[in-house]
C-alpha cells in the first residue's frame, strides 16, 4: 500500500509539472552592427589615425584585428588624393601605437605596435611570477611586428621591483621564441 500511494504521488507531481508550462510566443528580434570604435583622421599628409574608444585598451588588446575592422583604407587612400606605391598609416591610442603599411591595392603589408602597460597573458603572467616570487611589476612595454595581419616577432619588457632591489626582463611569448611558454631573459 505504500508503494502505491508514492507511485501516485509521483504521477499526479509529473501530470502537475506538464499542465504548469505555457509557451510563450516572442516577438522577431533585429540584429544591427554599429562599430565599438571611431578612427579619426587628423594629418592626411602623413598619414596620422587617432583611435576613440569605447572602453579602456579597447584598441590595445588586439591592435591588427581593430585596425582591419574599423579602418578604411580605400577611404584614406581617396581622401589623401595620391597615387602611391605605398601609404603608411600610424594609428595612435593613449597607450601605444600601430604602424601599419599598405600597398597601392589597399592590402596590409606590415605592422609595428608599441604598447605600454598592456596585461601579460595569464600563462606568462603565471611564470614570470613563479620564477620572481615576492616581486611586483611596476611597468611593460609590448613590442610586436609582423608581416600582413599576423604577428612574426613580439616581445614584454618588464620592470620588476621588490624593496629596494629592481630587475628588468625582456619576455618573448612560445609563439615567436617555439621554446615552453616563454623564454625570460634579464637586459
Do not use: C
Not at 507531481?13 to 510563450?24: E, H, M, P, R
Not at 580605400?74 to 597615387?83: C, I, K, P, S, T
Not at 603565471?126 to 612574426?152: C, L, P, R
Amino acid at each position: 500500500m505504500k508503494k502505491f500511494i508514492i507511485l501516485m504521488l509521483v504521477a499526479v507531481g509529473f501530470v502537475l509539472t506538464s499542465y504548469s508550462q505555457k509557451v510563450i510566443q516572442l516577438e522577431e528580434a533585429e540584429l544591427t552592427f554599429e562599430p565599438t570604435a571611431q578612427v579619426v583622421f587628423e594629418d592626411y599628409t602623413n598619414g596620422i589615425v587617432r583611435v576613440k574608444e569605447n572602453y579602456a585598451k579597447q584598441f590595445q588588446s588586439n591592435a591588427i584585428k581593430f585596425l582591419v575592422e574599423n579602418f578604411d583604407i580605400y577611404r584614406f587612400m581617396r581622401e589623401a588624393g595620391e597615387n602611391l606605391d605605398q601609404y603608411d598609416i600610424t594609428v595612435k591610442s593613449s597607450n601605444g601605437v600601430l604602424l601599419a603599411q599598405y600597398n597601392k591595392e589597399g592590402n596590409l603589408v606590415r605592422t609595428y605596435q608599441k604598447f605600454k602597460d598592456i596585461p601579460l597573458s595569464p600563462e606568462i603572467r603565471n611564470q614570470v611570477f613563479a620564477q620572481y616570487e615576492g616581486w611586483t611589476m611596476t611597468k611593460n612595454k609590448y613590442i610586436a611586428a609582423g608581416m600582413e595581419d599576423g604577428i612574426d616577432k613580439e616581445k614584454y619588457l618588464v620592470h620588476l621591483e621588490r624593496g629596494k632591489d629592481r630587475e628588468k626582463l625582456k619576455i618573448t611569448p612560445a609563439r615567436a621564441s617555439g621554446i615552453g611558454v616563454a623564454t625570460i631573459e634579464k637586459y
